[in-house]
């Protein structure tokens, strides 16, 4: 069942008040952070409004992802198994959205895709943690999985 979310644009009166409110709601799906990752990720996403400031994004586009990924989840597989280029598949050991069960199938058809899998994260990596970014570049490196 998914789960109606609030499309309301979120308003604050200060730059802070938004990083907190986006630390808040994206602790879970981002996982652990230093304050300075967190200011970076707010950095795209809090954004100015008139006198105001507002999260740059839209949550009608998360309700339709997990509408889509609910109706057309067996089908995918012919797609995947379709796919022939080396892939890179990140995954958040708390992702509510990808199981961990698919994500190590997927590793097993298809492109048999290289996982990469995060403690603390939800279903989204930010990329911003050493850590995961070392694991794109690894990937990307001549010679690596991917390249």
Known sequence: LVKKLDARPKRFE???AGLAHLRDVSAATFGPHTPEQWRLLAEHVVVPCDDHWV???????????LQAV???????WAVWDQIRCPTL???GAESSLLDAEVAEEMT????QAVLRTYAGVGHAPSLIPAEQVEDVRQFL???GAGG
């Open 14 to 16: 200060t730059f802070e």
């Open 55 to 65: 999260m740059h994004d839209d949550p009608a586009i998360i309700q339709s992802a």
């Open 70 to 76: 609910q109706q057309l989840a067996p089908p995918l």
């Open 89 to 91: 598949l990140l995954r």
């Open 108 to 111: 097993h058809r298809g492109p």
């Open 141 to 143: 490196r001549p010679g």
